[in-house]
């Protein structure tokens, strides 16, 4: 099984990014998803999470109002628009993926992708 997690890069404050993660499996439409980061030396920390079928979203309150977690229907590719970058938003992001969305808020899902780096400059 894998999380293929692209779109990060170097962006200045206030800009934006899209992150997309693919799973390998059509398993995974049947799967919620969501995002991880990890800042240099600090813990990895829930972003956002979704259901299979899209309709339902969570967020963590650091980046609510400026983060949007989508995907369509039982698809297995899922987005995160990233709006009003700050230089706080620095970290790896890491896409997940579980059965529920509540395990993946609680960083109890079972499978990881690999990271990749958002930069924002001040």
């Known amino acids: 099984v894998q999380l293929q997690a692209s779109g990060g890069g170097l962006v200045q404050a206030g800009g934006y990014l899209r992150l997309s993660c693919v799973a390998s499996?059509?398993?995974?439409?049947?799967?919620?998803m969501g995002w991880f980061r990890q800042a240099p030396g600090k813990e990895r920390e829930f972003v956002a999470a979704?259901?299979?079928?899209?309709?339902?979203?969570f967020y963590a309150d650091s980046v609510k109002g400026r983060f949007t977690i989508s995907r369509e229907r039982a698809e297995t590719t899922v987005y995160l628009q990233m709006n009003s970058l700050k230089p706080e938003d620095t970290a790896v992001y890491y896409c997940?993926?579980?059965?529920?969305?509540?395990?993946?808020?609680?960083?109890?899902?079972?499978?990881w992708g690999q990271g990749t780096q958002v930069t924002v400059s001040s």
């Open positions: 997940a993926a579980d059965h529920a969305t509540s395990t993946i808020v609680a960083g109890r899902n079972d499978y």
């Open positions: 499996e059509r398993t995974f439409r049947s799967y919620a």
């Open positions: 979704i259901d299979w079928s899209g309709a339902n979203t």
